[in-house]
């Protein structure tokens, strides 16, 4: 007995399609002509039809790797198949034997061996398949967006331990000179001048510098780390006040006289007197200007220069700029070293954590200023420039 491809119960939609449409006038027009051509055919084989806008689905455009508009799919049964273009009544009406074979040889498959034919109620319909669809797009989603917390939370672990390594081992020297210079001290005022040499006033304020310089460096890389910790899109508590940059320049310089001594390097400065005021936060600035003027004594080679210069660039902003004439930054990667954790691979080998001159430009676009480096045009090396706003 050959099975009916009419409308019976028993063979009800055993065809699946699906057809995808926007809203353009072309393709509702388009969509028309292929619905008459579906009814005409439907005398022939029962189907079931889902239209789906990809403007409101566009997920199931991107499943599908749909190109057109409207696009026509025989889901079920299956091979499936995909029909797009302009002529796409044509190509139903030559591919529609095709499917009618496919659904006669489902059911020869039903009826085999039972004399009977049945629906199947395990058919995928159109709707399920689009619901499905649409579960496995958002599954693959969110299968792909744990995969980046995880490679993200794994990244922060490794850097957090190499950070508190690094630390570690970058605090120990200057709490042991600041610990050397406080301990003379006390033992010039311990003992008598016969069990101890008298240490002239010149030498006692020397070595209170010295522990006051360690200690300032200890707190610069507490206060790094912990600026750090909290992440970019943390906001920065600013306190701003007027200050004289040019001083606060020169205390930043003084603070490291001893470093650039150890390296013979030649610090020229040009910061005129009668510099306008400027309103911002005193320490984090401070933080700033460090940072700078210590990249620019690391990557000096030894009887290098470094050279500070502050001038009045517009009536809105005073700029600092700190060259030195060290290896440079290559041009490609002068956005990137503002980047947290980013190091130039040159640099992998050398101490530093990748977190100051991101810090950096936290704390200048937290007071509407502008960092940026650029080439030191005279010679070899680079010139970090910054703004901040004057204080009228």
Not at 224 to 242: F, M, S, W, Y
Not at 289 to 309: F, M, R, S, W
Request: charged share 25%; with cysteine; net charge negative.
């Amino acid at each position: 007995m050959q099975p009916s491809f009419g409308p019976t119960e028993t063979n009800k939609a055993f065809l699946q399609i699906l057809i995808f449409v926007d809203k353009r006038p072309i393709c509702q027009e388009q969509t028309q002509q292929i619905y008459q051509c579906l009814e005409e055919l439907r005398e022939n084989c029962e189907f079931d039809i889902e239209e789906i806008d990809i403007g409101e689905k566009p997920h199931l455009a991107e499943h599908f790797k749909l190109i057109a508009t409207p696009t026509l799919i025989k889901l079920y049964p299956e091979p499936r198949q995909m029909l797009t273009g302009n002529n796409l009544v044509m190509q139903i009406q030559l591919s529609w034997p095709r499917w009618l074979q496919s659904v006669h040889q489902y059911l020869e498959e039903q009826v085999e061996g039972t004399g009977l034919v049945s629906y199947d109620r395990n058919q995928p319909r159109a709707s399920s398949a689009i619901a499905f669809a649409g579960e496995l797009i958002q599954l693959s989603d969110q299968v792909f967006q744990l995969k980046r917390q995880i490679e993200e939370l794994q990244a922060q672990v490794q850097f957090k331990d190499r950070i508190i390594s690094m630390l570690a081992h970058d605090i120990r020297n200057p709490l042991t000179s600041a610990s050397l210079a406080i301990e003379t001290l006390e033992l010039s005022q311990n003992f008598d001048e016969q069990s101890l040499p008298r240490l002239t006033p010149v030498f006692k304020e020397g070595l209170l510098k010295q522990a006051r310089c360690q200690i300032r460096l200890i707190d610069r890389l507490i206060t790094d780390i912990l600026d750090a910790a909290r992440g970019e899109n943390a906001e920065l508590q600013i306190q701003p006040q007027k200050i004289k940059l040019g001083e606060l320049c020169k205390e930043v310089i003084d603070e490291l006289t001893d470093r650039l001594v150890i390296k013979s390097l030649q610090l020229g400065t040009d910061i005129p007197h009668g510099l306008p005021v400027v309103y911002a936060d005193p320490e984090k600035i401070r933080q700033v200007i460090v940072n700078l003027l210590d990249n620019a004594i690391k990557y000096t080679p030894n009887h290098g220069k470094i050279h500070i210069a502050i001038l009045e660039r517009t009536t809105q902003k005073i700029q600092v700029t700190i060259t030195d004439n060290g290896p440079g930054i290559p041009v490609l990667e002068r956005d990137a070293v503002f980047e947290d954790h980013f190091r130039l691979q040159r640099d992998h080998s050398l101490a530093g954590y990748g977190l100051g001159l991101a810090l950096c430009r936290r704390i200048i676009n937290a007071h509407f200023g502008k960092i940026w480096v650029e080439d030191n045009h005279n010679q070899q090396g680079s010139s970090f420039h910054f703004t901040l706003p004057i204080y009228r």
